[in-house]
């Protein structure tokens, strides 16, 4: 499993990394605070508070081009 701490403060970025990870057959979450949700689902993201960075959880090791490709949304 890997974490990463994504910014989705735009709502094109949310529909641009939902159209990111909807492509990779990993289980992806997002969780913020007590809250997780399923990273493949529109609604879902909307629900959480986009206000400050989220945490994204693949349940994968072998994600390298996944994570490359989500680089303009991680937060160093």
Same mark, same amino acid.
């Given at each position: ?10 709502? =094109? ?21 007590? /809250?997780?949700? +399923? ?6 993201? /909307?629900?959480? +508070? ?6 994204? =959880? ?6 390298? +081009?996944?994570?490359? =490709?989500?680089?303009? /949304?991680?937060?160093?």
């Amino acid at each position: 499993m890997k974490s990463l701490k994504v910014s989705l403060s735009m709502a =094109e970025s949310v529909k641009n990394f939902v159209n990111v990870v909807s492509k990779y057959p990993y289980d992806i979450d997002l969780r913020s605070g007590r /809250f997780v949700i +399923d990273a493949k689902s529109l609604l879902g993201i /909307f629900s959480l +508070d986009l206000s400050k960075p989220i945490v994204l =959880e693949i349940y994968s090791d072998k994600c390298d +081009d996944l994570v490359s =490709e989500l680089a303009p /949304f991680i937060v160093k």
